[in-house]
Nanobody
C-alpha cells in the first residue's frame, strides 16, 4: 500500500509561483508513474502532468510552459513547480501514483488547495 501526502498549496496572486510537493510512504518500491491532477471549483478532476519512472513528462495544454513536474531519484517525492499562475489554475491539486504490480491500481493523496487571486 502507498500513501501520498501533498503540501505546498496556498494563496498566491496571479503571475506568482508555487511549488507543490507530494511525499510517498509505504511500499514505495511498487510505485511506477506519478502525476498531478486538479479539480477546479464546480468541475471534474482533470489531468495536469505526469512523470514516468524514466522521467518522461507529459503536460496538459493548459499548463504547458508554465508548470514543471519533477521527481526525486528516490522515487518517493514528486513536485509540481507552478509559475505564471492564473486564476483559472485555482483548484484542489491531487497527487497520483500507479503501481508496477498492477497497472489498474492508483493511489491518491487528499489534495492541497491552490487559490490564485486576480
Amino acid at each position: 500500500q502507498v500513501q501520498l501526502v501533498e503540501s505546498g498549496g496556498g494563496l498566491v496572486q496571479a503571475g506568482g509561483s508555487l511549488r507543490l510537493s507530494c511525499a510517498a510512504s509505504g511500499r514505495i518500491e511498487i510505485i511506477n508513474n506519478m502525476g498531478w491532477y486538479r479539480q477546479p471549483p464546480g468541475k471534474q478532476r482533470e489531468f495536469v502532468a505526469t512523470i514516468t519512472r524514466g522521467r518522461t513528462t507529459n503536460y496538459a495544454d493548459s499548463v504547458k510552459g508554465r508548470f514543471t513536474i519533477s521527481r526525486d531519484n528516490t522515487n518517493d517525492t514528486v513536485y509540481l513547480q507552478m509559475n505564471s499562475l492564473k486564476p483559472e489554475d485555482t483548484a484542489v491539486y491531487y497527487c497520483n501514483a500507479d503501481s508496477r504490480m498492477n497497472s489498474a491500481s492508483d493511489y491518491w493523496g487528499r489534495g492541497t488547495q491552490v487559490t490564485v487571486s486576480s
